[in-house]
């Protein structure tokens, strides 16, 4: 059936209206992004200052607040990586372990991740209070005395920290649903098979398990790193980037010179940080391709 | 009792111990929220107890906090905002995106291929701060600060998602009956929208929860796009609250409290299609 030049035209209008949206609110937006990186401009003047790569040179070189707020977002990041993917996996693996309740369980687990990122920073800085918080309350009833009046969020040891551990919170339950989702593709046939020939616990894990996991592991591992240094909502939420920008992350300095009038410079913050993701999440791939072609 | 069993109980024990342990951390703010939002400032500064009184008093907690949330503090402002935004704004993600995934699934037009793996790019590459030029785009078109802006941005967000999952979809629709129906004389907008549309239910169901969580749960953009208390969702709500009234905890988590019911119930409900929304979204990505 061949189809008419008015048939293809009609097609088409199918895609007009998603065509329109995307090229004007996702696309041109993205592009407009590595165009301002280049100017110096206010966002109100009519005139913008070509500067070609200073702000990409005065980011990289001279802008030590920004790199802070990269390591920040790396430590949250490492957080997230190691202990909370961790123990999504071993949940993972004990809900499977046939027991009563796994969906009681299942649905408890995902229950922070559906919740937003600002309830669960403020329900957690009541949690982290000095004074009312009550934290700080059970902590001293079973014996922390010093933990009084601890402000938590206002400490520059601890800020980041407990900010990590709200994030880790909220975060593992999604983790954990992406595991079970893989652990569940992997046929029981061969465990069974693997029992019938003796292997034990750890071997099943390590020669099947962990394996046919990999490609998971991989995109739980590039959710995460792409979530994790992205954070906003709990930052803003908790700190702000207090105390003293100690909890300063890369999308809370690029809304702060935003907001400052610095259109040009938050730009090019966005690009840099943009490409950062790329190589991390890219490298991320090509290592479990090789890891799975090594096998 | 024999020691095979003993050992297997204790294991299962063991297991239940830990899941629970953590149950109970995933649970305990949740419940800390919502009975905080039933006390007096009174008992939040000086007495500190699990429940806001004993369980035989129930009906003098002060459940008038929520009436006070939702007239005084404008929650309720917030909460309808948020409805309509969410509402409004899942339609037209549903609507559209249907529309050309169906054209890219089974239409003939120039550039096919090309936009829809441009329209997967953008899902795949990591793009941050891309509020910047949106807030100076919506600007420029005179849309800061209103909810059609705002709208648009959200619409946008979720098109991209929801084009790929559905052209999954009717891929794997068998095509004999629409081929009858055009034999018959039917439009090809009347075969999308009586014949494909219906079929693809399950999936729209995955995508309508997944884009109203989103959508009730944003905040970025309300906060780069909105100043106009009267238009603002209850996200932003929340943080516009905070920062007036900084110790007026039992209200404040009244309002929290608020912003999570809708999510929890719908969570409760379409736990399934939640699941099954991640797990496509993360396997298939």
């Known amino acids: 059936m061949k189809i008419t030049r008015k048939e293809k035209l009609g097609n088409f209008l199918f895609v007009v209206p998603a065509l329109v949206l995307f090229l004007v609110f996702s696309l041109y937006p993205i592009l407009r992004t590595f165009e301002l990186s280049v100017f110096e401009w206010n966002g109100i003047d009519k005139h913008m200052t070509f ?19 990269m390591a920040n977002a790396g430590i949250i990041t490492l957080l997230a990586l190691t202990l909370q993917n961790g123990l999504a996996l071993i949940l993972a693996l004990l809900v499977t372990k046939n027991i009563k309740g796994e969906n009681i369980y299942r649905t408890i687990f995902f229950l922070p991740p559906v919740l937003s990122g600002i309830v669960v920073g403020l329900i957690w800085k009541f949690v982290f209070d000095g004074n009312f918080g009550i934290l700080n309350h059970f902590l001293v009833n079973i014996g922390f005395a010093s933990f009084t009046d601890f402000a938590w969020l206002s400490e520059i040891k601890t800020a980041l920290l407990s900010v990590g551990v709200v994030h880790m919170w909220k975060g593992f339950g999604y983790g954990f649903i992406i595991l079970l989702a893989g652990l569940q593709t992997i046929p029981v046939e061969l ?8 292997a ?74 943009g490409m950062v993701l790329l190589v991390i999440s890219g490298a991320q791939i090509y290592a479990s391709k090789k890891l799975n072609y090594d096998r | 009792m024999n020691i095979y069993k003993i050992k297997r109980i204790s294991t299962s024990s063991v297991i239940h111990i830990i899941l629970g342990s953590v149950a109970l951390t995933c649970v305990f703010p949740v419940f800390w929220m919502i009975s905080s939002s039933l006390k007096t400032q009174d008992q939040i500064f000086t007495k500190m107890s699990l429940l806001p009184g004993s369980l035989l008093d129930i009906f003098n907690w002060k459940w008038g906090n929520y009436w006070e949330a939702f007239v005084k503090a404008d929650f309720g402002y917030y909460f309808a905002n948020s409805l309509f935004y969410t509402v409004v704004g899942v339609f037209f993600v549903i609507l559209i995106s249907s529309m050309a995934a169906y054209a890219f699934s089974r239409l003939e037009f120039h550039g096919k291929t090309f936009l829809f793996y441009l329209l997967i790019a953008t899902l795949l590459i990591p793009i941050p701060g891309v509020f910047v030029p ?29 084009i790929f999952l559905l052209k999954g979809f009717f891929d794997e629709l068998p095509r004999e009956v629409e081929e009858a129906a055009l034999i018959d004389g039917c439009s090809r907008f009347g075969i999308y929208w009586r014949i494909a549309l219906p079929l693809a239910k399950p999936a729209i169901a995955t995508l309508i929860i997944m884009n109203s969580l989103t959508i009730w749960n944003e905040f970025l953009l309300a906060l780069v796009v909105l100043q106009d208390k009267a238009k603002m969702p209850i996200q932003r709500g929340l943080m516009v609250f905070q920062g007036t009234f900084i110790t007026d905890y039992p209200l404040l988590m009244a309002g929290l409290t608020i912003a999570t019911i809708p999510i929890v119930i719908v969570y409760l409900l379409m736990q399934k299609h939640i699941v099954k929304g991640i797990a496509s979204g993360a396997l298939k990505g």
């Open chain 2, 134 to 162: 949106l807030y100076l785009l919506l600007k420029n078109l005179g849309l800061l600060d209103t909810r059609t802006g705002l709208l648009l941005c959200y619409i946008s967000n979720g098109l991209a998602f929801a």
């Open chain 1, 191 to 198: 465990y069974e098979a693997a029992e019938v020939d003796g």
């Open chain 1, 200 to 273: 034990d616990a750890w071997q099943q894990f390590k020669n099947i398990t962990f394996p046919l996991l990999i490609p998971i592991f991989t995109i739980v591992t590039i959710l995460t790193i792409l979530g994790s240094m992205q954070i906003f909502d709990l930052i803003y939420s908790m700190t702000r980037g207090g105390p003293a920008g100690h909890t300063h992350v890369p999308i809370t300095k690029i809304y702060e010179y935003m907001s400052n009038g610095e259109f040009g410079y938050s730009t090019a913050m966005a690009v840099i940080f």
């Open chain 1, 51 to 69: 500067v070609w790569f200073e702000q990409y040179k005065h980011i990289l070189f001279n802008n030590p607040a920004f790199w802070k707020s």
